[in-house]
Structures are given as C-alpha cells and as structure tokens.
C-alpha cells in the first residue's frame, strides 16, 4: 500500500497493492494497523455507506459539524468521480484550500479525508458506486455544508454547468463566506 499525504495535511491518498492474475485481482481495502501506521490517524471506523449516480451528479459539499463530525475513508467500486476535500479548519495553513482527486474502479485509489474538512464528488462516468467509511455516526443536527459553486472555493468539478444534477438540499447550502468559524 502507497500513501500519500495531500497539501491538506491529513488528507491521504491511498493506492492499495493490487495482486492481479489471468482469474482477476485481489486487494485489501483496508487493513487499521497497516491504515494507522502509514497515516498516523486512527482508523476506528464505525459506519459505511453507499451510493450510486449517473453522470453529471453533484454530491457535496458536505460535512458534521461538533461532536459528531467525521473523517471518512472514500473510494469507488464501479465507474468514476471526481472526488474534492475543502479544508474548513479555521487556522490551518490550508484554511479554504480544496483538492481533487480522480478516484476510479480501475485505480481503486482512496482518499481519506479528516474531520474539519467539508467533501463532496462529481460522477464522470455513466454511472459510479461510491462507498465510504466514517469515523462517527451521521447525526441530521450536525449536518451542514457549503455550496458547490462557491466563488470563494472555485471548485472545478469537471463536468459542465448545464449537465450537473445536484438535489434540491445542495442547491439551497450556503455559501463558504458565511462559514468563517471552526467546525
């Protein structure tokens, strides 16, 4: 397994060790010790989740705010997305930094993102299965999240404005002005 940590420290890229023969791969997708070691962050993870897209969907950006934030450990099981960390933690060297990191089935990189960081993904593909752990359960009162099309983040989400598909809950999310506090 290869990490590498991103400009927002904390942020790991993960390229596991693939194991590929005439019959197909193998890879462990997440080994804790071998995870805490390389990253130095705990790896007590306590929910996964799941979702599919279509292309052009937009997720994100999103994050927990308090007690109940959450680091997540992302990657894609089918297709592609374009995947975007936006550090939020008000002091950081990177304090409103965002990275983004293609994340596919073929690559099978991952991306973990620590708590403070806001997260959301584009689908470049037709369609894509995300899956992700979190270090804390989801709490709906601790929930928020900034606007995709922040000004002052400028995210490129690699898809063209006409053919995003976001919900109705992240087209009303504030913008990042508003979010000049702490998580």
Known sequence: MKVEETKLKGCFII???VFKD???????SFNQPKFEELTGQSGNFVQ??????TYGVVR???YQAGKYAQAKLVRVLE???LDI???LRYGSETYGQWISVELTAE?????????GMAHGFSVLSETAVFAYKCDNVYNKQSEAGIRYNDPDLGIDWGIPAEKMSLSEKDLELDFF???RTSL
Do not use: C
């Open 107 to 115: 690559n099978n990189l991952q991306l973990y993102i620590p708590r």
């Open 48 to 53: 996964d989740n799941q979702s599919a897209s």
């Open 60 to 62: 994100g950006l999103h």
């Open 15 to 17: 390229e596991p060790t």
């Open 85 to 87: 960390a936006v550090d």
């Open 177 to 179: 002005n508003l979010k």
């Open 79 to 81: 297709g592609s997305v």
């Open 22 to 28: 005439s019959r197909g791969y193998f890879f462990e």
